[in-house]
């Protein structure tokens, strides 16, 4: 069966776990709705269980890794070479953010080459290399043919799935890729159908004046010339997407059908969620958003698909960066939940309980 029936059979959340948590946090030892968002990711995650009591105790964090050919176009300020060389430190080599926060959040990190421009010969980098040399300049041509496009979703499906099987209750997302907020931004206004470039483009990391009125003109033009339908998410990543959005594309998708929560990071985890809730809308019921980015395309995209980012630190990193620290408020929010003492079982009067208000 491909990763499209796959996608079909996502079933929408369990509402009847759902009143259960709901019930179980109103009957906490506590004012109804003190812990804001910590209680209606509770209340999410039992939908997507389908139990009232969760815990996240095994993580995983998925990073892809791919170049760009529309980085040939001078839309981004650091050299190519550097998604290499931050593959290679990813891989055990140096400890970079992701390494670090993972590492202390006792998060398992994967790191998977799906088109990093050189060889990776890391025994902790997964080659799935679907095109060596990476994707094409979509200034040019489409930038990924149609049935890899299909190969780099199917890996980041079955990446979903075989981390359920290993025992993961939670996903995390990644990237690296130079230029990548540049496929991100064309992939968002693709989606959400947006001509003006000052709504959805980003400087992204530390371009010139210049460099950004050239990046906008890039994506303008590479929209205009291939014309991707606002309606398939597989011909907006044919036609100006990365391998990197398209494997979060099913990772996002994988997490869902097997119902798993799975934590969005910035703008190019973001345009791949977007492109995931496009192929089933379903999709987004099982997404947890970690942080805003400051990317204007961000905002778009999370309010298109409805979700309440939890953090706001000015973060712009990427590498899923944002996604140890939304894991770590899953896991308040469980214990909070799971542990937290009934008025019943603290023995607080009735009539103090029904004074307070949510």
């Known amino acids: 069966m491909d990763v499209l029936q796959l ?20 009957s906490l030892a506590k004012p109804a709705g003190s812990f804001g968002l910590l209680e209606q990711l509770s209340i999410q995650i039992a939908g997507i269980t389908g139990k009232v009591n969760n815990r996240v105790d095994k993580k995983v964090h998925f990073l892809f890794g791919a170049d760009n050919g529309v980085y040939e176009e001078g839309v981004a300020g650091t050299p190519q070479h550097f998604t290499n060389l931050l593959m290679q430190f990813y891989g055990g080599s140096a400890h970079c953010g992701i390494n670090v926060l993972c590492d202390h959040n006792g998060i398992d990190l994967r790191v998977i080459d799906l088109g990093v421009k050189g060889e990776l010969d890391l025994p902790h980098v997964e080659n799935r290399k679907l095109m060596p040399g990476g994707t094409h300049n979509f200034c040019k041509q489409p930038a990924i043919e149609p049935e890899i496009v299909s190969r780099a979703v199917e890996i980041g ?20 890729g130079m ?18 470039p000052d709504r959805a483009i980003g400087r992204g990391a530390g371009l010139t004046d210049e460099a950004f009125a050239r990046k906008k003109q890039v994506i303008l033009h590479g929209l205009h010339l291939h014309k991707p339908n606002p309606d398939d998410a597989f011909d907006i990543l044919s036609k100006v997407g990365g391998l990197d959005i398209a ?37 987004k019921c099982f997404m947890i958003p970690s942080h805003i980015s400051e990317e204007p395309g961000y905002q778009l995209a999370v309010e298109a698909l409805g979700l309440n980012p939890m953090l ?42 029904k004074n307070l208000k949510a």
């Open 7 to 26: 996608a079909s059979q996502i079933r929408p959340l369990d509402e009847g776990a759902m009143d259960r948590a709901r019930q179980r946090q109103h």
């Open 157 to 176: 499906f079955y990446c979903a799935q075989q981390a359920v099987n290993q025992g993961y209750q939670i996903i995390g997302t990644g990237e690296v």
């Open 179 to 196: 230029a990548n907020t540049t496929t991100a931004a064309a992939c968002i206004m693709a989606a959400l159908e947006i001509d003006d």
């Open 247 to 283: 494997a979060m594309c099913g990772l996002f998708l994988g997490a869902a059908f097997c119902r798993v929560p799975i934590v969005v990071d910035g703008v190019i985890s973001v345009a791949a969620a977007l492109l995931a809730a496009k192929i089933n809308p379903l999709a």
């Open 312 to 353: 706001n630190l000015g973060m712009r990193l990427g590498e899923g960066t944002g996604c140890p620290l939304a894991m770590l408020l899953v896991e308040n929010a469980l214990v909070i939940m799971n542990e937290m003492s009934t008025f019943e079982e603290a023995n607080l009067e009735t009539d103090y309980r």
